[in-house]
């Protein structure tokens, strides 16, 4: 079916400039407003409630996961294949802390996500800092319903931190621009 309406762009023309208004093709699948007291936020923030039943199980699987990956470079070490599994399932938990409730966890996945993505050489991740990071994430998510987690879960990353950072400090030390990068304030707040 051919398409009836022009899909050029429009042109106006001033004296010092042009103005140019492309075709919007998302009015065709856009539809009009059914109903104008319709929220979508809402909407979706119910859906997200009645999923929220699901988040302790959907973490818990997230450090299993997390604890394969470990298990696997522990297995056969670092390879293309076991490293890309770890960063992603530590990217993965850091992601999605906040949404699924365990927002404390987030910071030590991200530390872990620092120390595999930033280390030059794969064999020389220290697996015994691994080790730390994962059985952090699991203890976090285990103890969650502690009172006194918040505190513990920032201490516990605050010193997974200084020591990731250490240790990339020490690795990338002959790669200055990419020091900076690592340790400059960040672009976005």
Known sequence: MANSKD????????????????????????????????????????ALAQL????????HSECERLDTARKNVK?????KKSHDELFRAAHDIRGEAATFGYPEVAGTADSLCRLVEHTPEMARIPLTLVDQHVD??????RDYGRADLPAIAAALTQRL?????????????????????????????
């Open 7 to 46: 899909e050029t762009p429009a042109v106006a023309t001033f004296a010092d400039h042009e103005v140019i208004t492309p075709s919007n093709p998302l009015r065709k699948v856009v539809g009009p407003v059914v109903d104008p007291y319709d929220d979508p936020v809402a909407r979706a923030e119910q």
């Open 52 to 59: 929220s039943g699901e988040f302790a199980g959907w973490m």
């Open 75 to 79: 297995r056969g070490g670092f390879n």
């Open 136 to 141: 952090a994430v699991r203890a976090i998510v």
């Open 161 to 189: 931190r200084e020591v990731t950072d250490e240790f990339l400090k020490v690795e990338n030390n002959e790669r200055p621009d990419l020091l900076e990068s690592i340790f400059g304030p960040p672009l976005v707040p």
